[in-house]
């Protein structure tokens, strides 16, 4: 980390503010919006602003000719504050609910324009490297957020949360005007829309690995919605041990990603792909069986699960950084939408699914078997492909 570019250290902190506002954040969601909507519903409010992240992901590669990374990333960032101080004070669902969808919008701008930085300083004999080395540092925040959260919550309610990510992001702000200025662009390209998404899914190594992110983002939005409310509204968890189960689950994303990184760089990504995607399923499936008010349990269960999940982020994201140029914003971009569309789909089969299950907790079934078809998905990669 020590010889990286100065350029590519301000990158990495500016990713670990990022994280760290967005692991406060991102499992108190859902209970929050609960206050106001039935737990089945809530996932409706992540459909719609995924959605509004879909279309400004179509928008980006216009906008990033016109102001460039570094103007792009301040004026998203400045949004997603605002959003937050927004939601940190107001009581209204009126104002809440397209507060909160812009900022599930902004959260997804930011994360793009964030791997758009990285892509520029990354060589592609070091994209492993690289990648692997900003998962670890954006991951550490997971796991300093699930820390402070659990003080947090066992005094003050979810509104400090909001405010407390509201002053990161300010800082985050300040911090990237100062030392993120005259980061170069390179020289997007112009394509239609329609133009780069056909040329992109012509591709089968850029369709492959959406396929496999989407499946990710796909069990990720399914766990970051519904498991606080299944662990605190059915098992009885308190948010303190809630946030110590979340803490011991988010370790394989800090002490994974660089070794990935190196492998994936030196073996290929194909048998890590396979593996993670089976431990995951396998760990999932666990889930429905586990009933028992158990932190040491409910931890190990989902630690498990996320050295799956976090086995296969580093490598779909390798394997894709390997098959783009950095002036392939708008691939990025693409690849990125998996994200929004996991969280429009999830929600959405979420809803249907609940009216035909007995219990919340059938839908684990459901999601071991969505990630048993990634190991195959993986396997379709060839050694000509890597």
């Known amino acids: 980390m020590f010889q990286e570019p100065p ?10 503010l990022m994280s760290l506002h967005l692991a406060l954040t991102a499992y108190v969601n859902s209970s929050f ?9 809530v996932g409706l409010l992540f459909t719609f602003g995924s959605i509004a992240a879909i279309i400004a992901f179509l928008l980006i590669p216009r906008a990033l000719r016109r102001l460039g990374g570094y103007k792009f990333l301040l004026g998203a960032v400045a949004s997603s504050a605002i959003l937050l101080f927004l939601l940190s004070i107001e009581k209204s669902a009126w104002v809440i609910v397209p507060a909160f969808v812009l900022y599930i919008t902004f959260n997804n701008i930011i994360i793009f324009s964030l791997d758009e930085l990285v892509e520029i300083f990354s060589k592609n004999s070091r994209v492993g490297k690289i990648r692997g080395l900003y998962l ?7 796991v300093v957020a699930q820390i402070i959260l659990g003080k947090i919550l066992g005094n003050f309610s979810f509104r400090v949360v909001y405010f407390i990510s509201f002053e990161i992001m300010t800082f985050l702000l300040i911090f990237a005007f100062f030392f993120l200025r005259k980061i170069p662009d390179p020289k997007y390209d112009r394509a239609r829309i329609l133009g780069f998404v056909k040329k992109f899914f012509k591709n089968k190594n850029l369709a492959r690995s959406y396929k496999i992110n989407f499946l990710l983002q796909f069990f990720y939005a399914w766990m970051v919605i519904y498991t606080p409310i299944y662990l605190s509204s059915h098992l009885g968890f308190t948010w303190k041990e809630i946030a110590m189960i979340f803490t011991i689950m988010l370790t394989p994303f ?22 993670g995607f089976a431990i995951a399923s396998l760990a999932t499936f666990s889930i429905f069986f586990i009933k028992l008010h158990a932190v040491w349990l409910w931890a190990l269960l989902l630690f498990t699960s996320r050295i799956g999940a976090a086995t296969i982020e580093v490598m779909s994201d390798v394997y894709f950084f390997k098959h783009i140029d950095p002036e392939n914003d708008e691939f990025i971009g693409l690849y990125r939408n998996t994200m929004p569309v996991a969280y429009v789909l999830a929600p959405l089969a979420a809803f249907l699914i609940f009216s035909l299950i007995p219990n919340f907790n059938y839908i684990y079934i459901i999601l071991g078997g969505i990630m048993l078809y990634g190991v195959y998905l993986a396997s ?7």
């Open 33 to 41: 919006l609960s206050e106001y909507f039935s737990e089945k519903t």
């Open 380 to 386: 379709t990669i060839r050694k000509g492909d890597i």
């Open 136 to 142: 670890a540092i954006a991951s550490s925040a997971w």
């Open 7 to 16: 350029k590519l250290k301000s990158i990495f902190f500016t990713g670990f």
């Open 254 to 275: 800090v002490f994974m990603p660089i070794p990935l990184g190196k492998y994936a760089d030196k073996i290929g990504e194909r048998k890590m792909l396979m593996f």
